[in-house]
């Protein structure tokens, strides 16, 4: 005779835990920086000229792109100044103004 072992199937509870999570952290992708190089430029006049980059968004669905600029102007003695307004209009608007090396 041959020895048989018969095994009778057991009820197992099974308990599962869920390890601890932390809460999702939003991504913030890194802010835009200008470039050390302004490769656009427009001339203003015969003393000012306008250096520029722009700088796109990144990711391109960020809306964080920039525009970098430098207002130059030679030999002047008076100031020069530079406006963004939505509107075309100086009330409300954004004003940096630059006064000569002293």
Do not use: F, H, Q
């Not at 939003?26 to 000229?49: F, H, M, Q, R, W």
């Not at 250096?51 to 430098?70: D, E, F, K, M, Q």
Request: with cysteine.
């Amino acid at each position: 005779p041959t020895n048989a072992v018969v095994a009778t199937p057991m009820p197992v509870e099974v308990v599962l835990t869920a390890a601890p999570t932390e809460t999702p952290v939003a991504y913030e992708p890194p802010a835009p920086t200008c470039p050390n190089a302004l490769d656009g430029s427009i001339k203003v006049d015969s003393k000012a000229t306008l250096y520029y980059a722009v700088v796109p968004s990144s990711p391109s669905t960020s809306n964080n792109g920039i525009l970098c600029g430098r207002l130059e102007a030679k030999n002047g003695d008076g100031w020069i100044g530079l406006a963004i307004s939505t509107n075309g209009n100086m009330i409300g608007s954004e004003a940096v103004i630059g006064m000569p090396d002293e």
